[in-house]
Nanobody
Framework: QVQLVESGGGLVQPGGSLRLSCVAS????????MAWYRQAPGKQREVVARITNGGSTTYADFVKGRFTISRDNAKNTVYLQMNSLKPEDTAVYYC???????????????WGQGTQVTVSS
């Protein structure tokens, strides 16, 4: 099986920064797109940023210029550097990835358990 585990969340003041990490582990053949989503209380989950295996990135409008997604393919890890955080960034942040395993050679989508980010003064 494949597991995605996020880390790096916490409580920060407005204008502060956090760096989230997500490590994929298990029986992994390859990973295509990796992404970060977030879900605030009472709201639907929304995509924050995506990164392809080749490093092409896409950002939601509400984080452009503030967040940076990156990945280390050798470590099966994706990062989200979050700067200039705002209270409205408060949410549970989830890692998402399309992963192939040796036993099933199609991409399947996986979710991490989420990490809480709280931006408050």
């Amino acid at each position: 099986q494949v597991q995605l585990v996020e880390s790096g969340g916490g409580l920060v003041q407005p204008g502060g920064s956090l760096r989230l990490s997500c490590v994929a582990s298990g029986s992994i053949f390859s990973i295509n797109v990796m992404a970060w989503y977030r879900q605030a209380p009472g709201k639907q989950r929304e995509v924050v940023a995506r990164i392809t295996n080749g490093g092409s990135t896409t950002y939601a409008d509400f984080v452009k210029g503030r967040f940076t997604i990156s990945r280390d393919n050798a470590k099966n890890t994706v990062y989200l550097q979050m700067n200039s955080l705002k209270p409205e960034d408060t949410a549970v942040y989830y890692c998402n990835a399309d992963v192939k395993t040796p036993s099933y050679m199609y991409y399947r989508n996986y979710w991490g358990q989420g990490t809480q980010v709280t931006v408050s003064s």
